[in-house]
């Protein structure tokens, strides 16, 4: 997703970001209005040596000094044309200060930064066109790296200025289209974790994408316990409760993963359900959120009918959940075109094997629940003996059989193939 853009009546020597932008000049010399308060806040003679180095920088480009004294840790010196007409080019030189100085910043690794309204002041750019100019500047630099997100801040102080500013970017969120969603009862509801949609992956049968998520989560963490237990539990809302007791849990580990795993949870619950498809592909380009007021992770923090859920920037919440559908939408769009919807799990040797390993990860934890011990080292002889005949039982009810090189032959694999699905639960 492209990064944020936030208009702020604040200023910018203040702000806490990665790098800030001077509205230079060409000779990056220390100046007046927003280039001489920097100068000031950072140092002037540290910030004038640092520009000597360059000497020069011409309109449209832009170059990098330290932060010096600043909260910021660099300051991008950009260079904005003088106004002479509106004839001269110097739309298209604006916008090149911007977008040069957003290259900088992600050259550099910055995540966050801020701009002045560059050449508003006494270069005489008129400042509703100087606001467009950067707003669609911006705008399109972050749609086109949205693989790398840079959220940026817009920094005035007047308060005319901020508010010419504040009117276009609420016009063209006015222009935005949402669906949002949140219980698995209301409209749009299919778009839950929760909502009740059958799917398999990799041979094994999910209830709903909760069951999925929390099933992953749990043999992520080893924890074939409570994997066993979430897989018996219909209940969204009990597989939710059982995800969070999963043992062995690291936050960094999970935050690494989830995204993925809820990805093709959706992917497949998608593909799978044609009416559910269906719904997903008629929201077009709409951007999808969760509107839940409670959930500041996979949902947007506020509901749905909050002042502020039309405005992606003021959201409490990072909105995971609908930036997964619409990666799931995006690649249902795509094999729409090819005019087949498929699982591929279903039809390679990796998903083959893949099954087979859960397979017998399951039927081992259900071994071990029933004779009430948490490893397979916790067993005697005769409750070894005990659960790996268990384990065979389970895996003959799943459709695997034993061969005679003492491996399984995938049953249910083989009716998968060739349209059957079984629901092993049954």
């Not at 604006?94 to 977008?99: A, F, N, R």
């Not at 949902?299 to 039309?310: K, L, T, V």
């Not at 040797?349 to 916790?378: F, N, P, T, V, Y």
């Amino acid at each position: 997703m492209p990064g944020n853009l936030l208009i702020s009546k604040t200023d910018i020597t203040r702000l806490e970001v990665d790098c800030i932008v001077n509205a230079a000049n060409s000779q990056l010399k220390h100046g007046g209005g927003v280039c001489g308060a920097i100068f000031r806040a950072a140092g002037a003679h540290e910030l004038q040596a640092a520009c000597d180095v360059y000497g020069s920088c011409l309109t449209g480009q832009a170059v990098m000094t330290p932060g010096f004294n600043l909260k910021a840790k660099y300051i991008i010196h950009a260079v904005g044309p003088v106004w002479n007409s509106g004839n001269q080019g110097e739309e298209a030189l604006l916008k090149s200060c911007y977008q040069a100085s957003l290259r900088l910043a992600m050259k550099h690794g910055c995540k966050t930064m801020a701009f002045p309204l560059i050449s508003s002041g006494i270069y005489g750019y008129p400042k509703d066109k100087a606001w467009k100019a950067a707003l669609t500047a911006i705008r399109d630099f972050q749609k086109e790296n949205a693989a790398y997100p840079i959220d940026v801040t817009m920094a005035v102080l007047d308060e005319e200025v901020y508010q010419m500013g504040l009117s276009l970017v609420n016009k063209e969120k006015s222009d935005e289209s949402f669906v949002f969603f949140w219980h698995e009862y209301e409209a749009h509801g299919c778009f839950s974790q929760w909502y009740p949609a059958s799917f398999v992956v990799e041979g094994i049968r999910y209830c709903h994408a909760e069951q999925y998520m929390m099933a992953k989560k749990a043999l992520l963490f080893g924890d074939l316990e409570y994997y066993v237990r979430i897989m018996h539990e219909t209940d969204p809302k009990a597989c939710k409760a059982l995800g969070k007791k999963v043992r062995g849990f690291e936050a960094d580990v999970w935050d690494a993963c989830c995204e993925e795993i809820v990805y093709h949870a959706n992917l497949a619950k998608f593909q799978q359900n044609p009416s559910l498809r269906k719904e997903l592909l008629n929201t077009g380009d709409a951007l999808l959120a969760e509107a839940s007021p409670l959930d500041k992770i996979w949902g947007i923090g506020i509901a749905a009918d909050h002042p502020d859920s039309q405005f992606p920037d003021r959201w409490k919440g990072k909105n995971l959940l609908g930036k997964a559908l619409t990666n799931v939408r995006k690649q249902l769009v795509a094999e729409q075109k090819k005019g087949r919807f498929t699982n591929p799990w279903l039809y390679t040797d990796a998903g083959r094997e893949e099954r087979l390993r859960l397979g017998c990860m399951r039927a081992e934890g259900i071994a071990l629940h029933m004779l009430k011990k948490q490893k397979w080292s916790d067993l005697n002889a005769e409750e070894t003996a005990r659960a790996e005949q268990i384990t065979c039982e389970v895996l003959s009810e799943m459709n695997f059989c034993k061969s005679a090189d003492g491996g399984y032959i995938d049953f249910e694999q083989m009716d998968l193939e060739r349209g059957i699905v079984i629901n092993y639960d049954d």
